[in-house]
């Protein structure tokens, strides 16, 4: 009777045991909106289609220029992350969520709890936009992000009115989001500590 008992109770620990070792996942909730700082700051004027921009932005990011920054070591060259948790840029309907503002606030102040630093002592504003032409190759290829609209357009309708509410086809960003306005994942506390 006794030893019942003592199985019982390693059986039980055990099982807490491992559901307290459930992994932390990818956030796939929408960025937050840019701090007011950052909110009415946008990419300068003909940049997204600037090729000399671009392989500027290509140096920065992979260490090239200053071997002190370098983004692929986490997110990879080929924008495939080679580090845990580091944003997968190649996810086009997720990256299409993040404004240029909101792009340019994270490489900036980071993303606070995560390895994703605060970059803007070792990159003046003029680069921070510069590497981010180049990693919006990996999942918006000739995209840009127009200000009026509010949205990822193709370079080529760049500035140009959006189409006329009608025009059903040619729109694959028209569903609404499923995550829209849902919370940040909370962190697992089931059985933790
Ligand atoms: C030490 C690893 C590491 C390095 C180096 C790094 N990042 Fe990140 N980055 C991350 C991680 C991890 C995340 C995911 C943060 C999160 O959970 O939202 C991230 C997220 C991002 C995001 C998305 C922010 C968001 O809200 O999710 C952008 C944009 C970004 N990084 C750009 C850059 C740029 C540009 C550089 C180089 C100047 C860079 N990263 C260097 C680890 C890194």
New binding site residues.
């Given amino acids: 009777m006794n030893i019942r008992y003592v199985l019982g109770m390693v059986l039980i620990s055990g099982a807490g045991f491992l559901v307290g070792c459930a992994e932390e996942k ?2 796939t909730a929408p ?2 909106p840019a701090p007011p700082e950052f909110a009415d700051k946008h990419m300068p004027a003909g940049w997204w289609t600037d090729p000399k921009i671009m392989a500027e932005g290509k140096e ?2 992979e260490g090239v220029k200053n071997i002190d ?7 990879g060259k080929d924008g495939k ?1 080679v ?5 997968d ?1 190649r996810k086009g309907e997720r ?1 299409k969520l ?1 404004s240029d503002s ?2 340019l606030w ?2 900036s102040e ?2 606070p ?5 605060a ?1 803007k002592s ?2 003046n504003e003029e680069d ?1 936009w510069k ?2 032409t180049y ?1 919006r190759n990996f999942g918006l290829p000739g995209m840009a992000y127009d200000v009026a609209r509010q949205e990822w357009v193709p370079v080529a309708d760049l500035g140009k009115p959006a189409p006329a509410a009608s025009a059903p086809a040619s729109a694959p960003g028209a569903a609404a989001p499923a995550t829209d306005g849902k919370p940040a994942e909370p962190a697992p506390a089931k059985g933790g500590k």
Avoid: D, Q
Avoid at 69 to 75: A, E, G, L, Q, R
Avoid at 83 to 87: E, L
Avoid at 113 to 117: F, G, H, P, Q, S
């Fill in positions: 990818e956030s960025p937050p920065i990011f920054v370098n983004c692929s070591s986490c997110h992350p580090k845990a948790g580091a944003r840029f990256m993040y909101v792009w994270r490489i980071g993303v709890n995560t390895k994703m630093k970059w070792k990159l921070r590497v981010m990693e």
